[in-house]
């Protein structure tokens, strides 16, 4: 009996567990701080088992390895390094959702060394995105041709019909991640040219994106695009951009939002407040009695009647509800309302957009445009479309391990064929399928 121990329990791991769950000849041990969470998406299955587990103890965490067959990390990515030594400690296989940091490249030659894979990014965004790129940038080097351009961009939103607040978002994924994210900088490639952006400006720098049948999206560049002209292997394009999708409006708002200060992750010096206006006063230098709106506006150089403060009243971030008491700073402070407001309900659907557009050029002057897209929804009541496409691709990976069918040795992504393929073709018997148009320009 083959034993996969899941670190973690959030929103995105019930699909993974209930996955491996029904694979044959599997033991399931999802190890998670709330112990309730891990009982509820194993439901009694007679594979799975529920262990109470703080990722601090490391103790607890190394005993969970030495057992397993697989390692599957879902933690918060600052804990990936120090399960994949562990990992590499017992020679235990691991896969992670989340982006290869440094550190954790750094393993390569030890993975190698111990005959692990440590294979990472085996989630939606990264992870489909790769695999689903890469078919197509394969496909045009099969046939002779070359990449000049490569754009590819994904959004977690809420449906069409979900959407009834004025941010045009809700909550899929950690929430608190979304709001770290918004103070990325970024990079990438725009006519040969690269084009850096520091994090206080990302909201500056979107584009207007029509997805064919889908809708307009607001599209900002998301992190660091430039290595992916290397990791795709696009050595002839001029252009290399990876994007995040947003309902209008979102971009214009979080860049106020940003400007105030409201996404400070450390407690603000000299504040003694009680309230959220409170905050927001102190946060952009107002006085008690002020006109908190105005000011604001004033603070902003933005009329008091504009959208963008629309939003931010709706949100709560001018009102005399109390601060909780269990948190220190303002970002984890607007997390609380971000939850409160922008949640998904019951019957709501979430939605993932993902778009790559290609150039592509072929002997003989020939030049073709492609696209593909990816539009999933979620399931009203049941799991949202981020955790499925988040946990497959990783089930999926953590299934071909077990089964021998990748026998690969390293630290990965998955941008090979014989990783890449079999996920793909799997998901796509699942319902997760791409559509591609191809047209000669």
Known sequence: MAQVVIFGAGMVARPLVRYLLDQPDTTVVVATRTVSKAEKMIDGHPQGVAKTLDVKDMAGVEKEVKAADVVVSLLPYAYHVAVAELCLKHKKQMVTTSYVSDEMSALDDRAKETGIIILNECGLDPGIDHMSAMRIIHDVTDRGGK???????TGALPSHEANNNPFGYK??????????????SAKWLEDSKEVDIPGEELFENYYILDVPGTGAFENYPNRNSVPYKEIYGLKDAATVYRGTLRMTGWCETMRNIVATGWLQDEPVKGFSGKTFADMTR?????????????????????????????????????SDKALPSDKDNPLDYMNVLTLEKMSMEPG??????????????????EKESLTSTLVDYGIPDGDTSVARTVALPAAIAVKMILNGKINLTGVYVPVIPEIYNPILDELEELGIKFVERKERV
């Open 147 to 153: 990449v000049t351009s490569f754009r590819s961009s």
């Open 171 to 184: 909550f899929s994924w950690s929430p608190r991640g979304v709001l770290l994210a918004s103070r990325n």
């Open 282 to 318: 102190h946060l952009i230098g107002a006085k008690v009695g002020d006109d908190i709106i105005g000011a604001t506006a004033e603070f902003l150089g933005i009329k008091p009647y504009a959208a963008i403060m629309k939003r931010i009243e709706w949100l709560g971030l001018f």
């Open 348 to 365: 709501d659907r979430d939605m993932v957009v993902m778009h790559h557009e290609f150039l592509a050029e072929f002997p003989g002057g």
